[in-house]
């Protein structure tokens, strides 16, 4: 069985998936650093030098290789992996339940300040235009989070806690 987790940056997807892996008994993977791993560079890189296009196409690509692996999987995907290339039907066809991070625009924004410049989307932006960007590509974004199994409200929640909601549901 494979678990999926999306959200936006920053809404703690590796973090909950690490954990929820480990009180489920399986492996954890982390989509951004399967990429990086496959493609030999850093995602910053790969977005500097070959454009984003190129790095959704072999999203995509390498998104449909780890689901299709024979091993029970808990995968941590990037935040805009679902919103691309029809990925999102993808997961929920081929795993057992895609879990939604859901965190307050505020909330994200307050975690992006701090980690602006390690993501290639927002690392160009003034602090003071931050704000503004995020509610605006959460927007966007939405309805492709929102068609997952589950969304899980994050704001005030401890990562621990979250990974038990979600192991919780899954029975
Ligand atoms: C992206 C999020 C990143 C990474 C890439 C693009 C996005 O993953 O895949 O920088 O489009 O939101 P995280 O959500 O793990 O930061």
């Given amino acids: 069985m494979k678990i999926v987790l999306v959200g936006y940056m920053a809404s703690g997807k590796s973090t909950v998936g690490r954990l929820l892996a480990q009180k489920s008994g399986m492996r954890f993977l982390d989509l951004d650093e399967y990429i990086e791993g496959k493609l030999e560079a850093g995602i910053t890189d790969i977005f500097k030098e070959k454009g984003e296009v190129y790095f959704r196409k072999k999203e995509h690509e390498f998104l449909r290789e780890v689901l299709a692996e024979n091993e029970d999987l ?5 935040g805009g992996t ?3 290339s029809g990925n999102m039907h993808t997961m929920l066809e081929e795993s057992g ?5 859901k965190v307050s625009i505020p909330e994200l924004v307050r975690r992006l300040f701090k ?3 390690q993501r290639p989307l927002i690392r160009h932006l003034d602090d003071n235009e931050l704000p503004e960007f995020i509610g605006k590509h959460l927007f966007e974004r939405s309805p492709f989070y929102s068609m997952a199994s ?6 005030h ?3 621990e806690g979250i990974a038990d ?3 919780a549901l899954l029975g």
């Avoid at 589950?150 to 704001?155: A, E, G, P």
Wanted: charged share 30%.
């Fill in 74 to 78: 808990v995968i941590a995907t990037g």
């Fill in 82 to 84: 679902p919103c691309y």
């Fill in 97 to 101: 339940g895609v879990f939604y991070l």
């Fill in 115 to 117: 980690e602006k410049d």
């Fill in 150 to 155: 589950y969304s899980i409200n994050c704001d």
């Fill in 157 to 159: 929640k401890e990562a």
């Fill in 165 to 167: 909601e979600i192991k």
